[in-house]
C-alpha cells in the first residue's frame, strides 16, 4: 500500500478519513470480505483463550463476525467500533450482543475490566497503533490475553499483491488528499508485530501465520469487491486521473492471470496473528 513516510501522517486526519470509508463501505465489506475475514474468528479466539464466562471486548469489531463467535462460546462479549454504520450492522446480525460506538485508541472502559482483548485486522486501520495497544493492554485484567491480527505481506498474500503490484506497475502515486496512514503492512513482520505487545509489557508471547485461499469467480468480481470492500484502496484507485486508473486496471488484468482457474480466480491469503499474556 502506498504511504508517505511517519513524519507526513497527521493521526487525527488518517482516523477521520477511514470513519468516514466505513460509514460508506459497511455493507461492501460485509459482502466482499464476510466470509474471508470471518475465517480468522476461531483462531483469534482461541489464541485468547475465550470460553464460556470470559468477558471479552471485540475492539474495531466491524460486522461483529468475531464477537458473534465468542457469544457462540458462551463468553460475555462487548463489541465497539468507532463506525456507526459498522455498529449498526453487527447489531441488526448478531442480535444478543452488546455493540457500542468507541474508538479503540481511547477506550470508554474502567482498567482491567475485560479477561480477552481481541481485534481482527483492526490495529492496521488506526492512525495511533501504539496507543491503541495501551488501551487495550490497560483494559484487560491480569492473567488475561489479548490478540490481533492482521495481513501478512503483498508478496505472501497475493489477493492484496495483485492490486498492490498494479498500482506499482501502472506509477501511481497517492493522490494529494488522500491523508497519510501509518504503513498498511508494517505489523507483518514477526519482529514488529511482537514488539507492539512487548510495549505494553505483555508475556508468553507469540506470532503466528494463518495460510488460506479465496476464490472470486472472474477478475472483476475480484476489483470491484476491493473497490467496494476497502478504504485506503479504493482511495488510492478511485483518486487517479482516469489514464492511470486504466494502466493499473491492466497490470492489475495480467497479475490476476496468474491465479485463472478457468473464469474463476483462486489467490492465497495470509494473515499474522500475533498474542500475549498480561502479566498478573
Known amino acids: 500500500m502506498a504511504d508517505r513516510n511517519d513524519a507526513a501522517i497527521d493521526p487525527d486526519a488518517f482516523d477521520a478519513f477511514e470513519v468516514a470509508g466505513w460509514q460508506q463501505r459497511a455493507s461492501g465489506y460485509d459482502r466482499v470480505f464476510g466470509s474471508m475475514t470471518s475465517r480468522l474468528a476461531e483462531p483469534l479466539l482461541d489464541a485468547a483463550s475465550v470460553a464460556a464466562g470470559t468477558r471479552v471486548l471485540d475492539v474495531a469489531t466491524g460486522p461483529g463476525y468475531v464477537a458473534g463467535r465468542a457469544a457462540a462460546r458462551g463468553a460475555s462479549v462487548v463489541g465497539v467500533d468507532i463506525a456507526a454504520a459498522m455498529v449498526e450492522l453487527a447489531s441488526r446480525s448478531h442480535p444478543g450482543v452488546?455493540?457500542?460506538?468507541?474508538?479503540?485508541?481511547?477506550?470508554?472502559?474502567?482498567?482491567?475490566?475485560?479477561?480477552?482483548?481481541?481485534?481482527?485486522?483492526?490495529?492496521?486501520?488506526?492512525?495511533?497503533?501504539?496507543?491503541?495497544?495501551?488501551?487495550?493492554?490497560?483494559?484487560?485484567?491480569?492473567?488475561?490475553?489479548?490478540?490481533?491480527?492482521?495481513?501478512?505481506s503483498p508478496e505472501r498474500t497475493p489477493f492484496f499483491g495483485v492490486i498492490v503490484g498494479a498500482v506499482a506497475d501502472a506509477g501511481a502515486t497517492p493522490p494529494e488528499d488522500l491523508p497519510a496512514g501509518p504503513d498498511f503492512f508494517r505489523f507483518s513482520a514477526d519482529e514488529a508485530f511482537d514488539a507492539l505487545?512487548?510495549?505494553?509489557?505483555?508475556?508468553?508471547?507469540?506470532?503466528?501465520?494463518?495460510?488460506?485461499?479465496?476464490?472470486?469467480?472472474?477478475?472483476?468480481?475480484?476489483?470491484?469487491?476491493?473497490?467496494?470492500?476497502?478504504?485506503?484502496?479504493?482511495?488510492?484507485?478511485?483518486?487517479?486521473?482516469?489514464?492511470?486508473?486504466?494502466?493499473?486496471?491492466?497490470?492489475?488484468?495480467?497479475?490476476?492471470?496468474?491465479?485463472?482457474?478457468?473464469?474463476?480466480?483462486e489467490l492465497p491469503v495470509a494473515v499474522k496473528l500475533a498474542s500475549g499474556r498480561k502479566p498478573v
Do not use: C, K
Open 98 to 152: 452488546d455493540f457500542r460506538e468507541a474508538d479503540a485508541q481511547a477506550l470508554p472502559f474502567e482498567d482491567a475490566s475485560f479477561d480477552a482483548v481481541v481485534g481482527n485486522l483492526a490495529i492496521l486501520h488506526l492512525g495511533r497503533p501504539e496507543q491503541a495497544a495501551g488501551e487495550f493492554a490497560r483494559v484487560l485484567d491480569g492473567g488475561g490475553r489479548l490478540a490481533l491480527t492482521t495481513w501478512d
Open 197 to 265: 505487545l512487548a510495549g505494553q509489557g505483555l508475556e508468553d508471547r507469540t506470532v503466528t501465520r494463518v495460510p488460506f485461499t479465496v476464490r472470486f469467480s472472474s477478475p472483476d468480481e475480484l476489483w470491484d469487491g476491493l473497490l467496494a470492500g476497502t478504504v485506503r484502496m479504493a482511495a488510492l484507485i478511485e483518486g487517479q486521473p482516469a489514464e492511470t486508473r486504466r494502466r493499473i486496471r491492466e497490470a492489475f488484468d495480467r497479475r490476476v492471470a496468474e491465479y485463472r482457474q478457468g473464469e474463476a480466480v
